[in-house]
């Protein structure tokens, strides 16, 4: 099938199956979601275990090559990925998709380990193309596929209509700000529908969304939402030719706080900073496309064969921030522990591993690797800690010279050089005239300094105290600072009510802090 895919200064004529992997997450309120399958948190994508999961996956055409779609879960799984993106039709433009059909769909998925994201392909470009379906019409068909649905929340996604709105007048027929009220009214009536699964929204622009429409709206769109479980989806083509316009886009989300994918992309000029920017800031991505295209250049494989990768498959999964290197099976399919003595269940689990992930960390020991998560931070590793979240996971601090200028830090000390440029950047002054205490445990009243300073500035000066936690009396040496760690939603205490200041901060403690603080993916 052809179809158009336009971008502001040109159309492009290609065959779209678009799987855009999209890891929409499952019921949720809005107070909390239900841990029952894939929810929104902030900006992250949470499975039912409530652990971070980034999409890394790849778009399969099952509606137009359902012979193949087997074998390409089984080969895509060997490759790597956590994702299929599912081509699927309500009808109106190719044979319907049936619930029986649907429910094999997802058990392959199961059963490769994929999480599975469903797209009705037939609203392709609605408002420039006569022939495709509305979102309404969308709707309608999952609901009658319900029956497949229902239950598979932990595993399945919901992407309602790819690319609901093609070219703007006047080329196109009807304006895309329709798009706003139709998307809300999708969500509302699968919503009553019963259908309590993560909803994924393609933007308008066949995707591209370069007028900003979802962009701009996607805040209103996602609070209209009862479960407030909706994840955005971009597809970046020809209108994203500088790095600087994919980076802006994915910042315009990343800085409000709202969840996001790039549900399609190709073999472009910009795949290189598509990849990266996803990366380096904890979002998904799912290529265009396994094999099957009328374009045989935004194929991976050549005849859904796994051993003639093509240049854009061997760029996607084995380049530079490609799938192979970053892709984390989602961990409903019981993935193992990163950590031998971090259990999926361990409370503070989710941040432990955003840690590592960051780099931050590399844990406590390698044979096995553990994290030593109840053991306490001392103040010479907090200073490596802190500057690695300060200037990334690849900084290193200059040479110490002849002298660290604490009496107690010798020049060889393991972290002399992370010790004096912590004092360099005005951190920390120590624990007393001329020393640092470099072996003491680090207090939760002095972590609420470290964290504020790096976060703010060296000169940065709280607000006084009112008297927030019933431990922290005003006048205590470090109320403000404990209180503004609260205020910032760092910290919630230690109990209710409570913060226990002169408690030793410990390992998993210290992820938590270290994730809020610097907002990690």
Same mark, same amino acid.
């Given at each position: 099938?052809?179809?158009?895919?336009?971008?502001?200064?040109?159309?492009?004529?290609?065959?779209?199956?678009?799987?855009?992997?999209?890891?929409?997450?499952?019921?949720?309120?809005?107070?909390?979601?239900?841990?029952?399958?894939?929810?929104?948190?902030?900006?992250?994508?949470?499975?039912?275990?409530?652990?971070? !999961?980034?999409?890394?996956?790849?778009?399969?055409?099952?509606?137009?090559?359902?012979?193949?779609?087997?074998?390409?879960?089984?080969?895509?799984?060997?490759?790597?990925?956590?994702?299929?993106?599912?081509?699927?039709?309500?009808?109106?433009?190719?044979?319907?998709?049936?619930?029986?059909?649907?429910?094999? &769909?997802?058990?392959?998925?199961?059963?490769?380990?994929?999480?599975?994201?469903?797209?009705?392909?037939?609203?392709?470009?609605?408002?420039?193309?006569?022939?495709?379906?509305?979102?309404?019409?969308?709707?309608?068909?999952?609901?009658?596929?319900?029956?497949?649905?229902?239950?598979?929340?932990?595993?399945?996604?919901?992407?309602?209509?790819?690319?609901?709105?093609?070219?703007?007048?006047?080329?196109?027929?009807?304006?895309?700000?329709?798009?706003?009220?139709?998307?809300?009214?999708?969500?509302?009536?699968?919503?009553?529908?019963?259908?309590?699964?993560?909803?994924?929204?393609?933007?308008?622009?066949?995707?591209?969304?370069?007028?900003?429409?979802?962009?701009?709206?996607?805040?209103?769109?996602?609070?209209?939402?009862?479960?407030?479980?909706?994840?955005?989806?971009?597809?970046?083509?020809?209108?994203?030719?500088?790095?600087?316009?994919?980076?802006?886009?994915?910042?315009?989300?990343?800085?409000?706080?709202?969840?996001?994918?790039?549900?399609?992309?190709?073999?472009?000029?910009?795949?290189?900073?598509?990849?990266?920017?996803?990366?380096?800031?904890?979002?998904?991505?799912?290529?265009?496309?396994?094999?099957?295209? !009328?374009?045989?250049?935004?194929?991976?494989?050549?005849? !859904?064969?796994?051993?003639?990768?093509?240049?854009?498959?061997?760029?996607?999964?084995?380049?530079?921030?490609?799938?192979?290197?970053?892709?984390?099976?989602?961990?409903?399919?019981?993935?193992?522990?990163?950590?031998?003595?971090?259990?999926?269940?361990?409370?503070?689990?989710?941040?432990?591993?955003?840690?590592?992930?960051?780099?931050?960390?590399?844990?406590?020991?390698?044979?096995?690797?553990?994290?030593?998560?109840?053991?306490?931070?001392?103040?010479?590793?907090?200073?490596?800690?802190?500057?690695?979240?300060?200037?990334?996971?690849?900084?290193?601090?200059?040479?110490?010279?002849?002298?660290?200028?604490?009496?107690?830090?010798?020049?060889?000390?393991?972290?002399?050089?992370?010790?004096?440029?912590?004092?360099?950047?005005?951190?920390?002054?120590?624990?007393?005239?001329?020393?640092?205490?470099?072996?003491?445990?680090?207090?939760?009243?002095?972590?609420?300094?470290?964290?504020?300073?790096?976060?703010?500035?060296?000169?940065?000066?709280?607000?006084?105290?009112?008297?927030? !936690?019933?431990?922290?009396?005003?006048?205590?040496?470090?109320?403000?600072?404990?209180?503004?760690?609260?205020?910032?939603?760092?910290?919630?205490?230690?109990?209710?009510?409570?913060?226990?200041?002169?408690?030793? &901060?410990?390992?998993?403690?210290?992820?938590?802090?270290?994730?809020?603080?610097?907002?990690?993916?």
């Amino acid at each position: 099938m052809k179809i158009l895919r336009f971008g502001l200064q040109f159309a492009k004529l290609c065959l779209i199956v678009v799987l855009s992997c999209l890891f929409a997450l499952g019921p949720g309120s809005t107070v909390r979601a239900s841990s029952s399958g894939f929810h929104v948190s902030g900006r992250l994508l949470l499975d039912a275990n409530g652990n971070n !999961f980034v999409m890394r996956g790849i778009n399969v055409p099952h509606n137009w090559w359902p012979d193949e779609t087997s074998s390409s879960f089984q080969n895509i799984k060997a490759k790597g990925a956590n994702t299929v993106r599912v081509v699927l039709s309500s009808g109106q433009s190719w044979e319907k998709n049936s619930a029986s059909d649907v429910a094999n &769909v997802i058990s392959l998925c199961k059963a490769n380990k994929l999480v599975c994201v469903l797209e009705v392909h037939d609203t392709t470009g609605y408002g420039h193309d006569p022939t495709a379906s509305t979102l309404a019409q969308a709707v309608a068909y999952w609901i009658e596929i319900k029956s497949a649905l229902v239950g598979q929340e932990a595993y399945v996604i919901i992407n309602i209509g790819n690319e609901p709105y093609g070219e703007p007048p006047p080329d196109g027929w009807k304006d895309t700000s329709f798009w706003i009220s139709d998307t809300m009214n999708a969500i509302a009536e699968l919503r009553a529908a019963g259908l309590q699964h993560m909803l994924m929204v393609d933007g308008p622009d066949w995707g591209q969304d370069w007028e900003y429409i979802m962009s701009d709206n996607a805040a209103s769109i996602l609070n209209s939402d009862p479960l407030r479980n909706i994840v955005f989806s971009i597809h970046m083509y020809g209108v994203y030719t500088f790095d600087s316009e994919v980076q802006a886009y994915v910042a315009s989300f990343v800085n409000a706080g709202l969840p996001l994918v790039i549900g399609e992309f190709g073999p472009v000029n910009q795949t290189d900073a598509i990849m990266a920017t996803a990366q380096a800031n904890g979002i998904g991505y799912l290529g265009w496309v396994w094999s099957g295209d !009328f374009d045989p250049e935004l194929d991976m494989v050549t005849n !859904f064969d796994p051993n003639q990768e093509t240049s854009w498959g061997n760029r996607i999964i084995h380049g530079l921030n490609g799938i192979a290197s970053t892709s984390q099976e989602a961990s409903i399919y019981g993935s193992a522990a990163v950590f031998s003595d971090v259990p999926l269940s361990y409370w503070a689990n989710n941040y432990i591993n955003r840690l590592y992930a960051a780099g931050i960390t590399g844990g406590c020991s390698t044979t096995p690797l553990s994290y030593c998560p109840e053991n306490t931070v001392t103040r010479a590793q907090m200073a490596v800690f802190l500057l690695k979240g300060i200037h990334g996971s690849s900084y290193t601090p200059p040479a110490v010279g002849a002298s660290t200028g604490f009496t107690d830090v010798a020049t060889d000390y393991w972290a002399a050089a992370w010790i004096k440029q912590l004092a360099a950047e005005g951190i920390t002054g120590g624990c007393g005239t001329g020393v640092y205490c470099p072996d003491a445990t680090v207090t939760r009243a002095q972590m609420a300094i470290f964290l504020l300073r790096t976060k703010h500035g060296s000169s940065y000066s709280p607000p006084a105290a009112t008297g927030v !936690f019933t431990d922290v009396p005003v006048g205590y040496w470090a109320d403000k600072w404990i209180e503004q760690l609260a205020v910032e939603g760092i910290t919630g205490g230690c109990g209710t009510g409570i913060y226990c200041p002169d408690s030793s &901060v410990t390992r998993a403690q210290m992820a938590v802090f270290l994730v809020k603080n610097f907002s990690l993916p």
